[in-house]
């Protein structure tokens, strides 16, 4: 038989601990599928293999279109990945650069914020001249969104019309698969590498908005795999 809870009891049962005042405004607070609005907007799994299309699995459309990067195998078995040449540290030069371009659109176009994650392998060749892009939506004052790898090779986060960049605490491993992941809710904006935070800083923005397509891997040499970018 099922107990329901009469209404007018609440405040006795709470000044008698038979319910705990502190779950409850917890719950309400922090609960992230109560609190967070954020909505996946471009999912690009590069499970296809082939081809010269990164398709997005998120359903809005936001399809990839493949400029010069390689398909390659990904950090796990079965997965995929794309493969980057920096254009601008090869020698000689190749004639094609590598990136991929995905049309601006609504949905990429966050109004209170963002969260990106991407899986990254930077091959230890890899000597860059310039910042290279991890994904960016505008390259500079103006700019939605921003993740970067430094010319020392640290991460970099970047937020907001103004420019707002973080810079992670730790170098980014050669060789090697990691996580790399940027976060803002409006108010804070933070970095995190393999799951663990690393950095984060306040930040205040007039707007998230930007009319420049979406670019991936711009300038690096290395390896990307399943991209997430949700947006608020």
Not at 31 to 48: D, H, M, R, T, Y
Not at 98 to 115: A, E, I, T, W
Not at 138 to 150: E, K, M, N
Not at 167 to 182: H, Q, Y
Request: with cysteine; aromatic share 10%; glycine share 8%.
């Amino acid at each position: 038989m099922r107990t329901t809870w009469p209404l007018v009891r609440f405040p006795t049962m709470l000044a008698r601990g038979v319910v705990s005042l502190v779950p409850l405004v917890w719950l309400l607070l922090f609960s992230p599928s109560l609190c967070s609005a954020q909505q996946i907007v471009g999912q690009w799994k590069f499970n296809e293999s082939s081809g010269s299309v990164a398709h997005d699995s998120s359903g809005k459309n936001n399809d990839a279109d493949i400029i010069g990067a390689k398909w390659t195998r990904g950090p796990s078995p079965g997965s995929g990945a794309l493969a980057f040449s920096d254009y601008a540290t090869e020698n000689p030069p190749a004639a094609e650069r590598s990136y991929l371009r995905v049309r601006n659109s609504g949905s990429l176009n966050p109004v209170k914020g963002f969260d990106i994650e991407v899986n990254v392998y930077i091959d230890p060749s890899f000597s860059p001249v310039f910042a290279a892009d991890i994904l960016e939506k505008g390259d500079g004052y103006g700019c939605s969104y921003r993740l970067l790898i430094t010319s020392d090779f640290k991460l970099q986060a970047v937020a907001g019309n103004e420019h707002s960049a973080l810079l992670s605490s730790t170098k980014l491993p050669l060789g090697s698969w990691f996580s790399a992941r940027a976060t803002y809710d409006g108010r804070t904006l933070k970095i995190y590498i393999d799951g663990k935070e690393d950095a984060s800083i306040a930040v205040q923005t007039k707007s998230l908005a930007s009319q420049d397509d979406l670019i991936i891997g711009r300038r690096f040499t290395g390896k990307l795999a399943e991209i997430v970018v949700s947006a608020e």
